[in-house]
């Protein structure tokens, strides 16, 4: 993807600009993005909400698999959460194509408490992808 299609894919995302997801790094078949876990992020008991954590590392299967070129979605995703994240967090989501047969891709997506002493898995993200015609 060049630099202006890129640019064009993230200004158009408006629910992870919304959140304040950042696009850190992008190649072929990965992306890293960054978010920090703000108040309105925060559930019942204190802890970054799940669904949020879940939109950071689906953000970033998104930019690792439309990083080819032709416009992808996710057919399916899972999450298995880790560890908690907490209010004022910055958390990394590094998303890795592990495969691509035909029109599909398995991408695997990992999310991170960036911590400067060492990182901590906050969650496992595995992701399957799917080519679309793109609109007419």
Known sequence: MTKPELSALYEADAAARAIGIELSEMSAGRAVLRMR?????????GLAHGGYVFLL??????????????????????????AP???GE????TAVERTRFGRNGIYDVTVDRADPTGATVIAE?????RVVAPRP
Do not use: K, W
């Open 37 to 45: 876990v703000t108040e309105s992020m925060i559930n019942g008991h």
């Open 57 to 82: 590392a689906d953000t970033a299967f998104a930019y690792a698999c439309n990083s080819h070129g032709p416009p992808t979605v996710a057919s399916g995703a899972e999450i298995t959460f880790v």
């Open 85 to 87: 994240a907490r209010l």
């Open 90 to 93: 910055e958390l990394v989501a």
């Open 125 to 129: 993200f595995r992701g399957r992808s």
